[in-house]
């Protein structure tokens, strides 16, 4: 959504009756359930991938965590953030997202030392 269409439902707001507003907020609500669906999607996604980047690192004998690959992150979201999404609001979200990143990561080593032991 941009500052238009922002602008555009803040005016059909106000002009609303209640049945209208009832209505708004059902499709605002359908909206966010699809926008959700989708970000999980790309979580989803994302996981993967960290998931393999984390054994090409165990497998380059390199640790899991990397606190300048992070800091490189954080800075490069940070042109992300549009308003109403703050620059700090963007780096909490991203910090849960390393964060459970690493945790997936670190799971996914300890369960292939279980099933193939340590040296593989």
């Known amino acids: ?21 009832e209505i708004l907020l059902a499709k605002l ?3 966010m ?4 669906e989708n970000l999980a ?23 899991t965590y990397s ?14 953030a549009k308003k109403p999404l703050t620059i700090s609001a963007l780096q909490r979200i991203y910090e849960r997202i390393l964060d459970e990143s690493r945790a997936i990561q670190k799971n996914d080593i300890e369960e292939n030392e279980i099933k193939y032991g340590k040296d593989k």
Do not use: W
């Open 1 to 21: 959504m941009n500052h238009k269409e922002y602008k555009s439902l803040l005016a059909e707001l106000n002009e609303s009756n209640k049945d209208e507003k």
């Open 41 to 63: 999607k790309i979580l989803n996604k994302r996981t993967y991938i960290s998931v393999i980047i984390g054994r090409v690192k165990r497998a380059l004998k390199m640790p």
């Open 67 to 80: 606190p300048e690959r992070e800091r490189e992150i954080s800075k490069k979201i940070n042109k992300f």
């Open 33 to 36: 359930d699809s926008l959700d």
């Open 29 to 31: 609500r359908n909206e």
